[in-house]
């Protein structure tokens, strides 16, 4: 079977977590939380929960390890570069069962494109938790999400879920 045949069965709506991760946004100036939400249900997909915490990896890793019921994904936005507050993708790595190193290394290219030479601070990455919660860790940058959602994620999530659960 191949990769088309692959995503002809893989349609369909998903359900997701979306989380803000920030120590100063609020749902109303989450703009990208915001954003994530809304080409979710755009594309068809349903929001299950929606959450801003800050960023504190137990907080993150606790989110991961209980998603609301009917989300058989999560998008994490925000933490993801190098500062000393960035724990997001410490947090992340670490409740992935499998990573999907090709997210971050793509996501980073198609960055590139964007903003040149600084992408290589983006630890964007993703993967597939053990109970099989498809994890994506994104900047939360409204380009940057426009650009993982749309290039992305979206392209992808109902496939990425459909090859986690068999």
Request: aromatic share 4%; no cysteine.
């Amino acid at each position: 079977m191949g990769h088309k045949d692959h995503k002809e069965k893989a349609r369909g709506p998903v359900g997701v977590f979306v989380v803000t991760v920030s120590d100063t946004r609020t749902e109303e100036t989450d703009e990208s939380g915001a954003l994530i939400k809304a080409l979710l249900t755009e594309t068809g997909h349903a929001v299950s929960e929606y959450k801003i915490l800050p960023d504190e990896p137990s907080l993150i890793a606790k989110a991961l390890a209980a998603p609301p019921t009917g989300a058989s994904a999560a998008i994490v936005n925000g933490g993801t570069g190098i500062s000393k507050r960035d724990s997001t993708f410490d947090a992340v790595r670490s409740a992935l069962a499998k990573e999907l190193p090709g997210f971050g290394e793509l996501f980073r290219s198609l960055s590139y494109e964007q903003i040149g030479a600084a992408a290589i601070m983006s630890r964007a990455t993703a993967g597939i938790t053990a109970s099989g919660l498809a994890v994506f860790s994104i900047p939360g940058s409204v380009n940057a999400v426009r650009l993982a959602m749309e290039k992305i994620i979206l392209p992808e999530l109902s496939h990425i879920v459909w090859e986690a659960g068999r």
